[in-house]
């Protein structure tokens, strides 16, 4: 649900390429062509990035002859000259989706770093993201204990991110619990292994945006020692808000 990052990250490990393999595995060999994001930035430059505005505006133009791009987010985020176009044409795929399978970020570092991101940051910057936020899915959120001293920072990445929004992660969460069926959709799925995600993975549970958590073993203890529940104990974490999406499906 996001574009391809630049530089440091192998070809082979780029969000296209993954999720056209995962298509494979799961629908096997089809003629059916996925919708891909391949040659979509996952950011757009800003002026205190270097670039001109002309440059900026000829980025995001680019960005929406992807016709994958258009039908997955629309083009209401990629305003030109303060207005938008071309004109929306329905309600984009991200804001309909049944489940996301994705992961969260690890407790000493952010998926937001260095040249791969295409957003420059100061070393100072740097440290306070690592230190003060974690992101699901690339939506990048501060942690509950962090100061405030980075919100700045964090519009500004919201901005410049051209994947799936924490509005449409906490959509499709409310969708899955709002059904409560038999055949209801998956919702949010994170798969996240090791200790090393505890507290991004707290944070994702305490803000309801979880519907199941496939996770280690390891991982399964410290929640359990986080939450102080036990893993036959029924209902909600505690410490958890009461909302239906605090009431995710763990397995490990």
Sequence with gaps: MCGDPFDRLPTHQSSSVLAEQLDVYLSGDSDAEPLSLRNVP????ST????????IAGIKKFVLRCKAYQKIFGVGRLQIGGRRTPADSGKP????LDGILTSVSSDERTF????????????????????????????CLARSSSSREGDALLDRLRVQWTGITLEQLEDCAERTCRTRAVDSPPGVVVVAIGVHKVASVAECLKRGLINHLLCSTDLASELERLFNRKRTDPGPFS???TSATATPRISW
Excluded: R
């Design 93 to 96: 795929l991200a804001a309909q």
């Design 239 to 241: 410490g958890a808000p």
């Design 42 to 45: 996952s950011y757009i430059p």
């Design 48 to 55: 205190k990035d270097g670039f001109t505005v002309a440059e």
């Design 112 to 139: 937001f770093y260095g040249p791969t991101t295409m957003i420059p940051m100061t070393k100072a910057e740097s440290k306070w993201l690592n230190d003060n936020a974690f992101d699901i899915g690339g939506v």
